[in-house]
């Protein structure tokens, strides 16, 4: 890991050297006195948020797209003179992006750079055991909790563009008021799922603050990062979970291996229990882009609306949004 931090490390260094000169050029500087601002969000979740709230005042490049995992994912060249040249920059935090931290230090002596987590109360942040004290990065699992971010990407686009700023505020009123009603949803829906059944199982362990707004048990095979390998004791113990308890289905996610989830499965079929895929959830990355599933709102509205109709509940296919894939309306 080391080693691997080093390249990183080096990468960086060489990139920020080759392009010291962009921000030192009058021709380049005058030129783009009528562009629109540039802004950085790493991945979909905050590139979501930001663009919900600025509207069309900026343009936002997201970093890592659909089905990439921020926990391993390494900053490129082309990255860091994307970063570089931004006049922004937002991204989860709470190392999240572990691999980039060295970046976002770097970066930050030279222009804003933005964690949308920095204002969460921490009394609202979950620290699971074998997390060595680090709290759980995936916040934006609890649709409340993750709200918490809008304030800090409204007066971050605020300080960048004043005269927007009542529109961003606007805006963030608008985005922050369907977040609240995307969070009843979850709530009223995963509700209806019987009691002996609200089991949620899945390849590691992104879900614990959907567990706890929703009323959940999550178990994970993996732990908080990707980079942990799932012991055999760890499935062994899943997979009398999944016996013993009659658990019906257990999912996939769209950024990590299925492997996991399926030693599962062939470990219960080998004790006369059948278990299935529930489905494929979205936990560190949204869906591809220009799709419902690639929205922070139809991200989380796919994923409740999985899990309540695999798990027993009551939902519509076509979910919070009415615009889910496969909806037959």
């Known amino acids: 890991m080391h080693s691997t931090h080093s390249r990183a490390q080096s990468a960086l260094f060489a990139a920020l050297a080759a392009i010291s000169m962009l921000g030192c050029n009058p021709a380049s500087e005058s030129a783009d006195t009528a562009r629109k601002p540039r802004v950085v969000a790493t991945t979909g979740m905050v590139a979501d948020m930001v663009r919900s709230i600025a509207g069309d005042a900026v343009e936002v490049t997201q970093i890592m797209g659909a089905g990439v995992d921020p926990h391993l994912y390494k900053a490129t060249r082309d990255d860091v003179e994307t970063i570089l040249s931004a006049d922004a920059v937002f991204y989860s935090g709470l190392l999240l992006e572990g691999k980039m931290a060295d ?185 591809a882009a220009g799709t419902t599933e690639g929205t922070y709102v139809g991200m989380i509205d796919h994923n409740v609306t999985t899990v309540v109709r695999a798990l027993g509940g009551e939902a519509d296919a076509c979910g919070f949004t009415g615009k889910l894939a496969g909806c037959a309306k």
Do not use: C
């Open 103 to 287: 970046t976002f230090v770097k970066i930050g002596r030279t222009r804003p750079v933005y964690a949308v987590t920095e204002l969460i109360d921490e009394s609202k942040l979950l620290s699971p055991d074998g997390a060595e004290g680090h709290p759980d990065p995936h916040v934006w699992m609890d649709v409340a909790t993750w709200s918490e971010g809008v304030p800090v990407v409204r007066d971050a686009l605020s300080e960048l563009l004043p005269d927007m700023s009542d529109t961003f505020a606007k805006n963030a009123e608008a985005y922050q008021r369907e977040l609240t009603k995307l969070d009843e949803y979850a709530r009223n829906k995963i509700a209806t799922i019987p009691e002996s059944a609200r089991v949620l199982v899945t390849s590691h362990d992104a879900f614990n603050y959907f567990g706890r707004a929703y009323g959940l048990e999550v178990l994970g095979v993996q732990g908080l990062s990707t980079e942990s390998e799932a012991g055999l004791q760890r499935v062994n113990e899943l997979v009398s979970l999944l016996v013993d308890r009659k658990v019906a289905a257990v999912f996939v996610e769209s950024s990590v291996s299925p492997k996991n989830i399926r030693a599962l499965i062939d470990g219960a079929a080998s004790h006369g229990h059948k278990v299935i895929i529930g489905g494929e959830l979205f936990s560190d990355a949204m869906g």
